[in-house]
């Protein structure tokens, strides 16, 4: 089945740099990456998504970009800011007896550091 | 965005008492809602998937006699974990899918059993 691996499990930067969060996965035949936004006590929020046909997408400081040949996709963001700080979710869809499932990475706990 | 609901955000129960969580689509219908559960630190595991007027569909090593899934409408599914154990305590989590890729989460429910 579809095994997804998400790097690094923490990541700590300055207020104003760049923050990159990568994943890979395993089945060739996954086609739509979400990437989640959960901070404490709540539920997760779909912040950006791409779908297999696309390599690159962006939404404002936030962009995704997606290696179908080496299945893996990252998510950058630009410009950090402390309230950026989060927990950080890649998943990758999988369809499994017709029904469509997200497969979820371990998590990214993302500080900013004023 | 699209919305969903959870009720209620915090329950305690004793043990040995069944407790009902319901997730709701407020501003979309959701052909089909998932039920994850996430211990501390840790990713999403999904429980089970529902699809409006059909049995849930549950991942293995979850017990359906234990985690009653109803999702009688396009905007509500229900989740009910009876004879509750205190290893029952957690956050649970829906998300509520319309027709397309994007899976939608709600605020989540922090359960305690005593």
């Known amino acids: 089945g579809e095994n997804v691996e998400q790097h690094p499990s923490t990541l700590s930067v300055q207020e104003g740099d760049s923050a990159v969060i990568k994943c890979t996965y395993s089945?060739?035949?996954?086609?739509?990456f979400p990437w989640y936004k959960q901070e404490l006590g709540k539920g997760p929020q779909l912040i950006i998504d791409?779908?297999?046909?696309?390599g690159e997408k962006k939404d404002q400081r936030i962009a995704v970009t997606l290696n179908k040949t080496a299945k893996h996709f990252s998510l950058h963001i630009t410009e950090t800011q402390p309230e950026d700080s989060a927990v950080y979710f890649c998943?990758?869809?999988?369809?499994?007896?017709?029904?469509?499932?997200?497969?979820f990475g371990q998590g990214t706990r993302l500080t900013i550091n004023p | 965005g699209a919305v969903v609901s959870q009720h209620p955000s915090r329950v305690i129960c004793k043990s040995g008492t069944s407790v009902k969580i319901e997730c709701r689509s407020l501003?979309?219908?959701?052909?089909?809602m998932f039920w994850y559960r996430q211990f501390p630190k840790q990713s999403l595991m999904l429980m089970a998937t529902?699809?409006?007027?059909?049995?849930?569909?549950?991942e293995q090593g979850v017990e359906k006699d234990k985690f009653l899934i109803n999702h009688a409408s396009l905007t509500l599914s229900t989740l009910t974990v009876t004879s509750a154990h205190p290893e029952d305590s957690s956050f649970y989590i829906c998300?509520?899918?319309?027709?397309?890729?994007?899976?939608?989460f709600g605020p989540g429910t922090r359960l305690t059993v005593t």
């Open positions: 089945d060739s035949a996954s086609n739509y």
């Open positions: 998300s509520a899918r319309d027709y397309t890729y994007e899976q939608y």
């Open positions: 529902s699809n409006e007027g059909s049995k849930a569909t549950y």
């Open positions: 791409i779908r297999s046909n696309v």
């Open positions: 501003d979309f219908q959701a052909t089909t």
């Open positions: 998943a990758a869809s999988i369809i499994i007896q017709g029904a469509q499932k997200l497969v």
